[in-house]
């Protein structure tokens, strides 16, 4: 397949996001390039970093707010996603921003108590949680959605009545995949939630919820990119219909909300944020009108389309080669730091952009080439046959819409170390930058591969 087609490359300075009424963000981050490469954040022996904009991040929070503001009555907790990205002080910001947390697991639920978020704003989702985890998770306050009937019991053995969680039941509405099978939770035997259309199923939530008063909370993400809003609007509105019918049934208002999980997806082709948060409010409002008069309180989860379009990577270009009439740059970008990129090109191609020496964009007559990471596999390619301003040694590539899952998510093959990752904020001409994670040492690379453990495997005797 031809990838030049299906990613264009940034757009000339000048064009804008839409409806931001910001400067735009490819002119921002060319003079965050700029600036990096000049204070030495990007360089020779600084060859990889990621970058995320506070200030974009701060303005993505307030959209997401108001598009749900315009429902009167609503009452939301906007959590993110701590898994799109995982750091502390990018945790502290959101929280700073009045979000919660979306937390899968003990360490991502640290980093979000580490971050500062009260637990009564923190909601554990998880298709495995051990009993250590409900119990820790009880004690604390923090919302719990259970993934099965299976986890509904553990709680009920678990859980002291005067428990504060607040408890849910995390359902699949069986409305279909999107365009990315790994990404898609409500396929017919996702392995998310219970599944709501097997037989039996619906009179069994219904029973569930009967027995248990301290079940409040309906909960259902159906899929992150690559999901249509029509598919995810459906798929909450079907979660919308089961909490009617629950509370039909009862004849009390026992289910009091609804989390809609999140997975708006983000356009990967060019600078736009689209689709915006309203456009999804207004497809919840087309499926399920009764989900958003303010008899449920909601509760969202987006990762993804908070961050990815406010962050970049640079990669230093270390050199360049031809290879069966094919230009290729090697660059410090590569599986470890775009891991979905390189092991699934289709799925998640990335535009890049090219800069020079001093982090200027480059421009010039374009040409073809393959843009190729530091990991020693093949397949190790970040983008192909991309048409590109020649790159040179020295240069620098940026590889954009990656502030979730990709910096933040680093990838430890061949032991390369994590890079540094830095905010900035601030107007144009004069960023300031802060590191958000160091870059890792070597140090912490042997450590990791069991430095401490450096004779285990010598000094056990087993039969000669
Ligand atoms: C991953 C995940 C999210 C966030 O998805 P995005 O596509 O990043 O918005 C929300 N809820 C749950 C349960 C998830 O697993």
């Given at each position: 397949m031809d990838e030049t087609r299906r990613t264009?490359?940034?757009?000339?300075?000048?064009?804008?996001?839409?409806?931001?009424?910001?400067?735009?963000?490819?002119?921002?981050?060319?003079?965050?390039?700029?600036?990096?490469?000049?204070?030495?954040?990007?360089?020779?022996?600084?060859?990889?970093?990621?970058?995320?904009?506070?200030?974009?991040?701060?303005?993505?929070?307030?959209?997401?707010?108001?598009?749900?503001?315009?429902?009167?009555?609503?009452?939301?907790?906007?959590?993110?996603?701590?898994?799109?990205?995982?750091l502390i002080p990018v945790l502290r910001l959101l929280a700073d921003c009045g979000m919660g947390c979306e937390v899968s697991g003990p360490g991502e639920l640290r980093l979000a108590f580490e971050a500062g978020f009260p637990p009564e704003r923190i909601v554990l989702d998880s298709p495995a949680k051990t009993r250590d985890e409900l119990r820790l998770a009880l004690a604390l306050g923090v919302a719990v959605n259970a993934d099965s009937f299976g986890e509904v019991r553990?709680?009920?053995?678990?859980?002291?009545?005067?428990?504060?969680?607040?408890?849910?039941?995390?359902?699949?509405?069986?409305?279909?995949?999107?365009?990315?099978?790994?990404?898609?939770?409500?396929?017919?035997?996702?392995?998310?939630?219970?599944?709501?259309?097997?037989?039996?199923?619906?009179?069994?939530?219904v029973r569930t919820f009967a027995e248990r008063p301290w079940l409040t909370r309906l909960h259902a993400h159906v899929g992150s990119q690559g999901c249509s809003l029509e598919l995810m609007a459906a798929g909450i509105a079907e979660t919308y219909r089961l909490a009617e019918e629950i509370n039909g049934a009862l004849g009390t208002r026992r289910v009091t909300g609804i989390d809609i999980g999140g997975g708006l997806p983000v356009n990967f082709d060019d600078d736009e944020v689209r689709p915006a948060f309203s456009e999804y409010v207004a497809a919840l409002r087309t499926a399920a009108p009764g989900l958003l008069d303010g008899r449920y309180d909601l509760v969202t989860e987006f990762g993804r389309s908070l961050l990815a379009k406010n962050g970049f990577i640079g990669a230093r270009v270390e050199y360049t080669k031809?290879?069966?009439?094919?230009?290729?740059?090697?660059?410090?970008a590569g599986a470890q730091i775009a891991t979905r990129t390189v092991l699934v090109p289709d799925a998640w191609p990335l535009r890049i952009g090219a800069f020079d020496q001093e982090g200027r964009p480059r421009s010039g007559p374009q040409m073809v080439q393959d843009v190729a990471g530091p990991c020693c596999f093949a397949g190790d390619v970040v983008a192909r046959a991309r048409e590109l301003p020649e790159l040179r040694e020295g240069d620098f590539v940026v590889l954009y819409d990656t502030g979730a899952y990709y910096f933040s998510t680093p990838?430890?093959?061949?032991?390369?170390?994590?890079?540094?990752?830095?905010?900035?904020?601030?107007?144009?001409?004069?960023?300031?930058?802060?590191p958000v994670r160091d870059a890792q040492t070597l140090d912490s690379v042997a450590a990791e591969s069991g430095l401490h453990h450096v004779d285990a495997l010598t000094g056990l005797v087993g039969d000669r």
């Open positions: 264009t490359q940034p757009p000339e300075p000048g064009a804008t996001a839409r409806g931001s009424g910001h400067a735009p963000r490819s002119a921002r981050f060319a003079e965050a390039v700029r600036q990096a490469v000049a204070e030495g954040l990007l360089g020779e022996t600084r060859p990889l970093a990621g970058f995320l904009d506070a200030d974009g991040v701060r303005r993505s929070v307030s959209s997401l707010r108001e598009a749900f503001a315009t429902e009167p009555c609503l009452r939301v907790l906007h959590t993110f996603a701590a898994k799109a990205a995982s553990r709680i009920e053995e678990l859980r002291s009545p005067g428990s504060p969680s607040v408890l849910g039941l995390r359902v699949n509405p069986q409305v279909g995949g999107g365009s990315i099978d790994a990404m898609s939770t409500a396929t017919a035997t996702s392995k998310f939630g219970v599944a709501l259309r097997d037989p039996g199923a619906r009179e069994q939530v031809d290879a069966g009439g094919r230009r290729i740059a090697l660059t410090h990838w430890s093959y061949n032991s390369l170390p994590r890079p540094a990752v830095y905010g900035f904020a601030g107007e144009s001409g004069a960023l300031r930058f802060a």
